[in-house]
């Protein structure tokens, strides 16, 4: 059965720093990757999603991540935070698309980002 | 841009009674999708439909749960007699073919 796990529940940090946030699956089959965004009293929003190809991915509002086969991991990057990336983080894992695929999301991260 | 809307943006309910969340998935997406979030809890999925019927659904959508798709435009889902612990957000979200999901800023339930 897939899992995520999203190792930090919260992670602080100051405005213009590096940041990562990590995630981990399992998954016995190939998967498909996703990092949403949920910023406060909102909707979730698709930051990059990763379905084959380039391990790579760039997303929305400067985030990146890169997909690991070996380490089963989708770790979320940015090399400069601003104010207003505070938002909590999902990742999310599919093993189809469409119809017959569901998401299984990860606890979420809350990305705390100060002056 | 094209969004998925949902109605109401919060209910309070008594426990037993029935509700109905409403959703406006994107005009030419084909997939939808109910999704869950109790607070501080994951988001969860609820169930998945396509072309007119359940595609597939989790242990979460018991017999309580249904979902209608009654015109071309509306998506609902019905919980007949709610429960303390039926109180979350709960997310609608449709789909084009490809697999990205497009999620509805939720409606959040409170149950008495």
């Known amino acids: 059965a897939q899992s995520v796990t999203q190792l930090d529940s919260q992670v602080p940090v100051f405005e213009e720093a590096p940041v990562e946030l990590r995630c981990n699956y399992s998954s016995s089959v190939s998967v498909y990757l996703f990092w949403y965004v949920q910023y406060p009293n909102q909707g979730l929003q698709l930051l990059l999603k990763y379905l084959s190809g380039s391990t790579l991915v760039k997303g929305i509002n400067g985030f990146e991540a890169e997909f690991n086969k070996s380490q089963t991991s989708f770790h979320l990057r940015k090399p400069s935070v601003h104010i207003s990336d505070t938002a909590e983080y999902f990742c999310a894992v599919s093993e189809t698309l469409g119809s017959q695929g569901n998401l299984i999301f990860g606890k979420g991260t809350k990305l705390s980002v100060k002056p | 841009e094209p969004e998925v809307t949902q109605t109401p943006s919060h209910q309070v309910t008594q426990m037993g009674q029935e509700v109905i969340l409403r959703c406006v998935p994107i005009?030419?997406?084909?997939?939808f999708y109910w999704y869950r979030q109790i607070l501080g809890q994951k988001v969860e999925f609820l169930v998945s439909f396509y072309n007119n019927e359940i595609s597939e659904k989790s242990e979460i959508f018991d017999d309580q749960f249904s979902v209608e798709r009654p015109d071309g435009s509306n998506f609902t889902l019905k919980i007949r007699s709610t429960k303390l612990e039926d109180s979350a957000m709960y997310f609608c979200a449709s789909s084009p073919s490809h697999g990205e999901l497009f999620f509805g800023e939720g409606s959040r339930l409170t149950v008495l």
């Open positions: 005009s030419n997406h084909l997939y």
